[in-house]
Nanobody, 125 residues
Framework: VQLQASGGGLVQAGGSLRLSCAASGRTFSSYTMGWFRQAPGKEREFVAAISSSGFSTYYADSVKGRFTISRDNAENTVYLQMNSLKPEDTAVYYC???????????????????WGQGTLVTVSS
């Protein structure tokens, strides 16, 4: 599966953004999807993930209650709604796909085999 992330930009602290990740291929509905981010000088870290059906979602503690992951299998797209953004949310955000309906460790980079190109989110204070 090929992934194309979009929706990044510059936003003030407290603002909102919605990221989108469009996937190619006819098997999108069989994939667990995830969002990760990488801030300058830091390692890539888990943000959120969603099972193939959308029934199960997972979040990093740092974004729980502020970010919401969702998917539209008819449109082959996964979303990340980001509210109450903070300067520490500044990073390049990557979407990723894992060819399983449900991942036991969706927080691990190694659980995902396909990655998008990343979209930059900058939160100003």
């Amino acid at each position: 599966v090929q992934l194309q992330a979009s929706g990044g930009g510059l936003v003030q602290a407290g603002g909102s953004l919605r990221l989108s990740c469009a996937a190619s291929g006819r098997t999108f509905s069989s994939y667990t999807m995830g969002w990760f981010r990488q801030a300058p000088g830091k390692e890539r870290e888990f943000v959120a993930a969603i099972s193939s059906s959308g029934f199960s979602t997972y979040y990093a503690d740092s974004v729980k209650g502020r970010f919401t992951i969702s998917r539209d299998n008819a449109e082959n797209t996964v979303y990340l709604q980001m509210n109450s953004l903070k300067p520490e949310d500044t990073a390049v955000y990557y979407c990723a796909a894992s060819p399983v309906r449900y991942s036991t460790r969706p927080d691990l980079l190694t659980s995902f085999g396909s990655w998008g190109q990343g979209t930059l989110v900058t939160v100003s204070s």
